[in-house]
RNA sequence: GUGGCCGUAGUUCAGCGGUAGAGCGCCAGAUUGUGAUUCUGGUUGUCGCGGGUUCGAAUCCCGUCGGUCACCCCA
């Protein structure tokens, strides 16, 4: 790297062809399973005023957002996540529409904070969300998608664990407990935190409320399903047939102020509960950024946490390999045997390209051995050989290692009948 | 924001005070219009950047910028 070379800013992404590949495979298998079940793709803005992350999550959640005053004075940021945008496209424009309304997107998120394993400061989320049903069958048909985005990428029952919860269940503990109900989100805030926290901290913050971990165990362990909306939660997913991905835990209560309802997050089994989506019900969130009244449900997968453990998962990535076997291979190379017939070659490639078959050539002469080789590192599956014999041409199938004469006027179809059988 | 480790060829890395190396890759050749393997030959670097110590620095010291992992935080 020479002094004069400008490096890339930390944490921002740069996609090689070959990691881009992989980012695509992503959004493909995303865009796909969002479609199965009927939602359709929308997309916000990637810069936002400040105060839209500022109004929901205080000034401290400002020092990790990549904000800066643009040349026109507005205190702007770069989205850390789409939701509010969401919550406020969706208020705005969901009167006229049908409900629910099932929208998806997938694009960058921003975060100015170091990086490390799973997290940088740019990164691709996908997200799903369904407004205008307030009924828990919403909130099941959601975590059903989660699923098989999961599936549709090649992880299989054991490798991840769905583990739901409902927020609601907490004001009843803690109205039983003898805890103020206005204490409700400084409690969640410690149930959230407990899995990662030291023991004693958690107790002593669960004491000054008036309550201990040993009554939150203990509801935890006991109580865990008999809620209703729950039950009703458990036994679409059963009907289904998904149960086997799914556990309740009460302890999940997920860190965001704004959820009301069911939350869920996903995790990898193996690699210590990593979590690699959430998301949940928040139905005040529309009004509170929208200014009008929608129940929403939603969740969300950054790209990197998945990348790593599709990685790590040998039957996922082997899916994701035969699909990169057909990823960027071309179908057809022609082979320029005799320079002569260079505008006979291109007439060719034209004809090829035009019968929709992606083709390349060397575009100076080369060797015939050369331009095997060329066709064999790009993947070619068949070559086209322009000899003196033009119009007759030779078609080779690359993997049979077979080779036929054939006048150009059929070449097209003669082609497309080869890479029908590869 | 704090800390550990790391920046040397396209890549993976070795070298750790005496003018820069290996494997892989890449390029060329092994006579006629056919891919693999093999063989032969060849190519490559401001040793991240800036300062300092030294007769001499890739090597030691300081700074800086990146990378990476952990903490913090986690939407």
């Excluded at 205190?75 to 629910?100: D, F, I, N, Q, Y």
């Excluded at 077979?402 to 890479?419: D, H, K, N, W």
Aim: with cysteine; aromatic share 10%.
């Amino acid at each position: 790297m020479s002094a004069s070379s400008i490096q890339s800013l930390p944490g921002f992404r740069e996609f090689l062809p070959e990691t881009c590949a992989l980012r695509n495979y992503l959004f493909e298998t995303w865009r796909a399973a969002a479609r199965r079940y009927a939602f359709v793709e929308y997309e916000g803005p990637v810069l936002e005023p400040t105060e839209l992350y500022r109004r929901k999550s205080g000034d401290e959640i400002v020092k990790q957002l990549f904000h800066f005053t643009d040349a026109g004075g507005r205190e702007v940021a770069m989205r850390p996540e789409t939701t509010p945008s969401l919550a406020r496209m969706a208020a705005a424009a969901h009167k006229g529409r049908r409900k629910p309304m099932k929208w998806f997107q997938i694009g960058p998120c921003f975060r100015y904070e170091r990086q490390q394993k799973g997290r940088g400061r740019e990164f691709y989320q996908f997200n799903c969300d369904i407004l205008g049903e307030p009924s828990v069958a919403a909130d099941a048909d959601l975590i059903a998608l989660s699923i098989d985005v999961m599936r549709g990428l090649g992880f299989r029952e054991g490798d991840f664990l769905v583990r739901l919860s409902d927020r609601n269940v907490w004001p009843d503990f803690l109205a039983k407990a003898g805890v103020a109900a206005e204490n409700l989100p400084a409690f969640l805030q410690i149930i959230d935190k407990m899995e990662r926290e030291k023991p004693a901290l958690t107790a002593e913050r669960l004491e000054a409320l008036g309550t201990n971990r040993e009554a939150v165990d203990a509801f935890i362990g006991e109580q865990g399903a008999d809620w209703p909306p729950l039950q009703a939660l458990l036994a679409d997913l059963t009907a289904r047939g998904l149960s086997g991905f799914v556990s309740v835990d009460l302890g999940i209560v997920r860190g965001l102020a704004y959820y009301t309802g069911a939350v869920f997050e996903i995790f990898d089994i193996r690699k210590g509960m990593r979590a690699v989506a959430g998301g949940g019900r928040y139905d005040n969130l529309c009004q509170l950024i929208g200014g009008n009244d929608l129940p929403a449900c939603g969740f969300a997968m950054g790209d990197m946490v998945i990348g790593d453990f599709l990685n790590e998962t040998p039957h996922a990535k082997a899916r994701y390999e035969t699909w990169l076997a057909g990823y960027n291979k071309i179908g057809a190379f022609v082979v320029i045997a005799d320079e002569t017939r260079r505008p006979d070659a291109l007439a060719t490639v034209q004809a090829l390209r035009s019968a929709g078959i992606a083709t390349d050539y060397n575009y100076l002469p080369a060797k015939v051995d050369k331009q095997f080789q060329t066709a064999e590192a790009l993947g070619a599956k068949i070559a086209v050989i322009i000899g003196a014999e033009f119009p007759e041409v030779r078609l080779k199938d690359l993997a049979r290692r077979t080779e036929q004469a054939i006048p150009f006027t059929g070449l097209s179809e003669a082609a497309a009948a080869v890479l029908a059988q590869v």
